[in-house]
């Protein structure tokens, strides 16, 4: 693969991301230094602002490369796998967004020690959301690689590895240096320009193509090397009953996971009152229902423009769908608009990565210094941490968990990214969501009851994906030569989610233990009116 033209340009636009966020940083670390201020900016986010930081959170490269690539090669069924994100955020709004805000502080962990005993329900929520973050942060990171290796035309490790290295360092950076205040705004700079660049495309696909939506689908399927089959559903997953139920498993841990992401929980905290957490909430499904009705025309418009021959022959899981297209729109590989807007679009998914990794190693951060070191390691008769001895050991956490998935990422190179997001949305949907649903609603539930939810979820999720036909057993396993698979489906949400609420049933109805009524009330009126929320 020879290096392409554009690749000075690129870099030169990356580097132009790369020092905007880095000065934003800067200016907004400046600010304070207080617990409140690096793991919720100070509360004084507008609804409008979170909403775009919310956004900016939620929309990674998985979603601007991956779900646009898969429309592209697949049709009907990769427009099926974006409404999965899509829906999943109503669950937010009807559920979550308000209860979360006037009930916690910073973390999850923070709702469910309102009534529980805290040491043994915050030593697993902590240690649930720290597994979930390592994997979106790797399969972020592992993105960032390919995305830079595609773009300057190598196959080196070389290029992957220290771009994956320069990805962690910056957003150890990001993290340590500006908290949660830097790392919304930068959010806010992202959300902005993935739908200005998202906008400018689709209006170009739609030129294009007249604005004949009908055109564009028959020119997709035309394109796809299948016909009519690209615009009926079964393409990609629709070839025998354990892919169907394959894809309704990933389903399931789609529209649920959303709900219990850490990264996407802590940003409720950023606003002053609950009514702001669901307006904000509410502006996020603006925007990402804007941008996922965007991303099918994008996907057609690849199919239709490149090809999906072209498509795949760049990559086969169609990862640079959309930088191909804005290649084509703009004039070809020989044309100056050309390769402009294909360097523009390649570093707005670059400025989308560093913006994800910088949440989710604040998520995990603050998991581990605010739940793990500061309270569930520590005894009743012990000394209590002071807020900036926790701030500290936050950021001290930021970089080694920065440097863990750095190391990981590196070793994960030939992993498949999808899979890991795939599955920290069913790690998040089986662990996190079934203790926070109970906890909120179930006037029972007892500290075994969560407790064994947030492991009854988190255990068999991890096991049964070492024992899919992702791992082994299959030539697209990530260990080949070898078969040790025994589970059929390669997303584990269609079990490991009802193990989660089975497990938090069973735990409570066992326990001895009486679950704590007063505290049951407290919980309950203030997440309903907001009553001695911080």
Same mark, same amino acid.
């Given at each position: 693969m020879t290096p392409h033209p554009s690749h000075g340009l690129a870099v030169a636009l990356f580097a132009v991301v790369v020092a905007v966020t880095l000065t934003i940083t800067v200016w907004v670390g400046r600010r304070g230094h207080a617990a409140e201020d690096f793991y919720a900016g100070g509360r004084d986010f507008s609804p409008l602002q979170n909403g775009f930081a919310l956004s900016g959170d939620y929309l990674s490269a998985a979603s601007f490369l991956g779900v646009t690539g898969l429309i592209a090669l697949y049709g009907y069924d990769g427009v099926l796998y974006s409404i999965g994100f899509l829906v999943a955020w109503l669950v937010v709004l009807m559920l979550v967004s308000e209860l979360v805000r006037n009930a916690g502080r910073y973390t999850l962990a923070d709702v469910l020690a309102l009534r529980m005993r805290q040491r043994p329900v915050r030593a697993a929520a902590g240690l649930a959301s720290m597994v979930v973050t390592l994997m979106y942060l790797i399969a972020q990171m592992v993105g960032a690689g390919s995305l830079v290796a595609l773009l300057l035309g190598t196959d080196s490790g070389a290029a992957k590895t220290w771009t994956i290295v320069g990805v962690g360092g910056l957003m150890i950076v990001y993290v340590t240096v500006g908290g949660m205040r830097a790392t919304t705004w930068i959010q806010i700079v992202k959300a902005f320009l993935l739908v200005a660049g998202s906008v400018l495309l689709t209006v170009l696909v739609l030129a294009r193509f007249h604005g004949d939506l009908g055109a564009l689908m028959h020119s997709a399927a035309q394109h796809s090397g299948v016909g009519d089959k690209y615009l009926q559903p079964g393409l990609k997953y629709g070839a025998s009953p354990t892919s169907r139920l394959d894809f309704f498993s990933l389903g399931l841990a789609l529209v649920l996971g959303t709900a219990g992401l850490?990264?996407?929980?802590? %940003?409720?905290?950023? +606003?002053?009152?609950?009514?702001?957490?669901?307006?904000?909430?509410?502006?996020?499904?603006?925007?990402? #229902?804007? $941008?996922?009705?965007? *991303?099918? +025309?994008?996907?057609?418009? !690849? #199919?239709? &423009?490149?090809?999906?021959?072209? +498509? %795949?022959?760049?990559?086969? *899981?169609?990862?640079?769908?959309?930088?191909?297209?804005?290649?084509?729109?703009?004039?070809?590989?020989?044309?100056?608009?050309?390769?402009?807007? $294909? *360097?523009?679009?390649?570093?707005? *998914?670059?400025?989308?990565?560093? !913006? +994800?990794?910088?949440?989710?190693?604040? !998520?995990?951060?603050?998991?581990?210094?605010?739940?793990?070191?500061?309270?569930?390691?520590? %005894?009743?008769?012990? %000394?209590?941490?002071?807020?900036?001895?926790? &701030?500290?050991?936050?950021?001290?956490s930021a970089v080694v968990i920065g440097g863990l998935a750095i190391v990981l990422s590196l070793f994960a190179q030939k992993l498949n990214v999808a899979f890991l997001v795939g599955l920290a949305f069913a790690v998040a949907a089986s662990a996190n969501l079934p203790t926070l649903l109970y906890s909120l609603f179930w006037k029972r539930f007892t500290t075994r009851g969560a407790v064994w939810s947030v492991y009854g979820g988190l255990v068999p999720a991890v096991l049964l994906v070492l024992f899919s036909p992702v791992v082994s057993g299959t030539k697209a396993s990530m260990l080949t030569g070898v078969d040790f698979h025994w589970f059929p489906l390669e997303n584990p949400g269609l079990v490991s989610i009802p193990l989660g609420f089975l497990a938090g049933w069973l735990g409570t109805v066992t326990d001895r233990e009486r679950a704590d009524e007063d505290g049951f009330a407290e919980l309950e009126v203030r997440a309903l009116t907001g009553a001695g929320a911080a």
């Open positions: 850490p990264h996407i929980l802590s %940003r409720f905290y950023t +606003v002053p009152t609950a009514r702001a957490a669901r307006r904000s909430t509410m502006w996020a499904i603006g925007l990402i #229902g804007c $941008f996922y009705l965007m *991303a099918i +025309v994008l996907g057609l418009g !690849a #199919g239709a &423009v490149v090809g999906a021959k072209a +498509v %795949r022959a760049a990559n086969p *899981a169609g990862n640079t769908a959309v930088p191909l297209l804005a290649l084509d729109l703009g004039g070809g590989p020989d044309s100056t608009w050309g390769l402009l807007l $294909f *360097a523009v679009i390649s570093a707005i *998914a670059f400025a989308t990565i560093l !913006a +994800v990794v910088a949440g989710l190693t604040l !998520a995990s951060s603050a998991a581990f210094a605010h739940d793990l070191y500061a309270r569930a390691w520590r %005894r009743p008769e012990e %000394r209590q941490v002071s807020e900036r001895e926790e &701030v500290i050991a936050a950021r001290i």
